[in-house]
């Protein structure tokens, strides 16, 4: 077992910046591909990034990409999402996300999952 859980959220105002950060217990990190999801109510769960368990290999949604870096660290067990030039369409729960072997974009496809962090970007 995996337990997740997200920091990092809050309130920013438009063009500024968070740092997510995703702490793992149970189990190590190592040999697990992390995903990065968001959502805001009424509305399906949407992929925003992942980064392979080496770190060596990042995928973002095309809304996301140029602005959003995803990152690790084995040692620490965690792992990162730096949001810049944040925007009021990236408010939303954020959730990161588990799973043994290679990224993936889809939501089933993870198997331990955090309990989220509200951003939240005023214009």
């Known amino acids: 077992q995996v337990q997740l859980v997200e920091s990092g959220g809050g309130l920013v105002q438009a063009g500024g910046s968070l740092r997510l950060s995703c702490a793992a217990s149970?189990?190590?990190?190592?040999?697990?591909?992390i995903g990065w999801f968001r959502q805001n109510p009424g509305k399906d769960r949407e992929f925003v990034a992942t980064i392979s368990w080496t770190g060596l290999n990042t995928f973002y949604a095309d809304s996301v990409k140029g602005r959003f870096t995803a990152s690790r660290d084995n040692a620490k067990n965690t792992a990162y999402l730096q949001m810049n030039s944040l925007e009021p369409d990236d408010t939303a729960v954020y959730y990161c996300?588990?799973?043994?072997?290679?990224?993936?974009?889809?939501?089933?496809?993870?198997?331990?999952w955090g309990q989220g962090t509200q951003v939240t970007v005023s214009s």
């Open positions: 996300a588990a799973r043994e072997g290679a990224t993936n974009e889809n939501v089933g496809r993870y198997d331990y």
């Open positions: 149970g189990r190590m990190l190592r040999n697990y591909a």
